[in-house]
């Protein structure tokens, strides 16, 4: 596994073993327990986590992430710290890398920034630049659903447009703060909407991400 990938995998596994099974989280209204039965079937039901994106497979993926929910707390968070099958796609290096790193980097957020006590998170200059140049590709596609224009900017002046309309707010943030915007955590990203007060409420509510 690369360095990224890695180092957030175990991050997260780390955070879900502090938080505890029965703690919530950002995502869909998911305990711990919940999430970490979505990253195991994620990486070892292929069969199953399709389901994620088609509704034909929602059966097999809810029975899929029920067994795996049921198993001990502790299990879970081992098979997500050892990775995936060496058979599996996400094994391979790049792969592991472009598929997981952000997913990882929002999941550990998701646990974090669901906690009373969460504190910001400095991410160091490389992991920024990773994942600005892994949010400029995703753009289009984490903003399509934005219910007007819809432009990123970092602090040092870069932009990508996520979606074109009118009228328009500009997000300005870190790259992990805008990631989490478009990953539909508007309300739990530290960023700054310059816009009208009407698009910015649009915004905010909107279903951003996949």
Request: some cysteine; proline content about 7%; overall charge neutral.
């Amino acid at each position: 596994m690369s360095t990224h990938a890695k180092r957030e995998r175990l991050l997260l596994a780390d955070l879900l073993e502090a938080a505890g099974p029965e703690a919530p989280t950002l995502c869909d209204g998911w305990t711990c327990r919940e999430l970490a039965a979505h990253v195991v079937v994620r990486e070892r039901r292929p069969d199953a986590a399709g389901g994620l994106l088609l509704n034909v497979l929602k059966a097999r993926l809810d029975k899929a992430m029920a067994e795996y929910a049921a198993k001990p707390y502790e299990e879970l968070l081992q098979l997500i710290r050892t990775g995936p099958p060496r058979l599996s796609p996400y094994a391979l290096k790049q792969i592991d890398e472009s598929a997981n790193a952000v997913e990882f980097f929002v999941h550990a957020e998701d646990v974090r920034r669901a906690q009373p006590d969460w504190s910001p998170r400095e991410v160091d200059p490389v992991f920024a630049d990773s994942l600005w140049s892994r949010l400029e590709k995703m753009a289009r596609l984490t903003g399509r659903r934005s219910p007007v224009g819809l432009v990123l900017r970092r602090p040092n002046g870069q932009t990508a447009v996520a979606h074109k309309g009118s009228p328009v707010v500009t997000v300005t943030g870190e790259p992990g703060e805008l990631t989490l915007f478009c990953f539909g955590r508007q309300d739990a990203a530290a960023v700054a909407l310059d816009g009208e007060k009407d698009a910015v409420a649009r915004l905010t509510a909107a279903k951003l991400g996949f």
